[in-house]
């Protein structure tokens, strides 16, 4: 006899459910392992079939359906067999998905500006006008120079064009300044250097804006690039002068002489009638200035001693014509002797004043005491001096001058700075014995 089973389910076998809830796993969970890492094995690449599986994107962070179905059936299994009901970690599945790395905004990149241009620059020559024709703005020109002496003082002379206006910086070759100079407008400039060696020199727009060109020299005092030797007669009052021109934008020209040390020179005007602002100097064997003059009518002792060194320049490094004169004031050479007229100690003189130029008159007096000095009005000025360059008096004196001694002394006479020649004559009285 035939047994017939019932069709309910509550009377079928309560192992059927957990083989059919492991078929319908093991078919749901077969795209996470294809998709997660295990699939391809590390570092290898993910097979296409596992990419273009199913048709939807999940969200980065997000969990498929197809996973969470796959973690609940196996959490069913595990229940039955009495295991843990906890599901299975998400993050297996979710390695497995390509995400898109995020990407940083890069800042803007700005070019490196370029700085700015110069067109000028290079080896300085002692005694040599450099011409620079275009400085721009913030530019700067470097020059280059070497004294081969300690403590040296650099002439600089910069003219400046077009209304630019220029600063200079010179550093030693160790980093250290020298000197700056700003506000640079057309003048000369010394600069007292330190140890021998090579220096740069700078030049740059004072504002840091402009443009236009400049003219550049340089000179060394202790080892001028010439030096021209005076004659003899330039020390005498009879001299002509040693003439010549300098050039423009020239720093200066360099002369050398020898006198007896104490002698007083008389610096004559080297701008004769032009007016046209030279500037001299003087300095000693030991390269230390004694004297130096924009005007005219100065006097200088050589008070210590040579072989001495004249320079001459333009303040404003123009070009300009020159006549040097350095007639000795102290025992004079050419001056005129005054004729005397009588025996009563009169002597007289007479002359031709040029323009700007001065005169020398000599006596000689029996003894000390008192002088009269008479110039007529066509000369304005007069100085008396004994033969050592000591001065006694001058044209301001009320009554008399006294003479010290007996001996011989030199008078000087001139108009002042006057475009006219004029003819004059001079009377000296000198006291009898």
Not at 60 to 75: D, I, K, P, R
Not at 232 to 259: I, K, M, N, Y
Not at 307 to 322: E, L, S
Request: with cysteine.
């Amino acid at each position: 006899m035939r047994t017939t089973l019932s069709a309910c389910p509550g009377n079928r076998s309560s192992r059927g459910f957990p083989r059919l809830a492991l078929a319908a796993a093991a078919v749901l969970t077969v795209p996470a392992f294809l998709v997660g890492p295990s699939a391809a094995g590390p570092g290898a690449t993910t097979p296409a079939a596992a990419v273009t599986g199913s048709s939807t994107t999940t969200p980065t962070g997000a969990v498929s359906s197809t996973s969470a179905a796959a973690g609940a059936a196996g959490a069913d299994t595990r229940a039955t067999a009495g295991g843990d009901t906890s599901p299975p970690p998400v993050q297996s599945a979710i390695a497995g998905l390509t995400t898109e790395q995020t990407r940083t905004r890069s800042a803007t990149v700005s070019p490196a500006q370029r700085p700015p241009r110069s067109f000028c620059g290079g080896a300085l020559t002692f005694g040599t006008v450099n011409n620079c024709g275009l400085i721009i703005g913030q530019a700067e020109d470097t020059w280059t120079f070497t004294t081969t002496a300690d403590s040296d003082v650099l002439y600089v002379q910069v003219v400046e064009m077009s209304g630019v206006s220029l600063s200079i910086r010179v550093k030693h070759q160790e980093g250290w300044t020298a000197c700056e100079i700003s506000a640079y407008h057309e003048y000369l400039e010394q600069c007292r250097l330190g140890p021998a060696g090579a220096y740069t020199l700078t030049v740059r727009t004072t504002s840091g804006s402009g443009n236009g060109g400049y003219t550049l020299s340089i000179e060394s005092r202790r080892t001028p690039s010439t030096c021209e030797q005076l004659p003899a007669d330039a020390f005498s009052w009879a001299s002509a002068g040693v003439g010549g021109t300098l050039p423009a934008g020239l720093a200066t020209r360099c002369f050398t002489f020898d006198q007896p040390t104490g002698s007083k020179l008389f610096i004559a005007e080297p701008h004769l009638r032009d007016l046209t602002y030279l500037h001299a100097e003087i300095t000693d064997a030991r390269h230390q200035e004694l004297c130096q003059t924009h005007y005219a009518d100065f006097d200088c002792t050589l008070s210590s001693a040579g072989p001495y060194r004249f320079f001459i320049d333009h303040i404003d490094g123009k070009a300009a014509t020159y006549n040097i004169r350095l007639p000795r004031i102290s025992q004079p050479v050419g001056c005129s002797a005054l004729s005397p007229t009588d025996g009563l100690g009169a002597a007289v003189g007479q002359g031709r004043l040029e323009p700007n130029r001065r005169a020398c008159h000599s006596f000689t007096s029996a003894t000390a005491g008192q002088a009269e000095i008479l110039v007529d009005q066509q000369v304005y000025r007069w100085k008396l001096y004994d033969n050592a360059g000591g001065y006694i008096c001058d044209q301001s004196s009320v009554e008399y001058c006294v003479l010290p001694a007996a001996g011989s002394y030199p008078l000087l006479v001139w108009s002042g700075n006057d475009y006219k020649a004029r003819d004059y004559q001079v009377t000296v009285t000198t006291p009898t014995a």
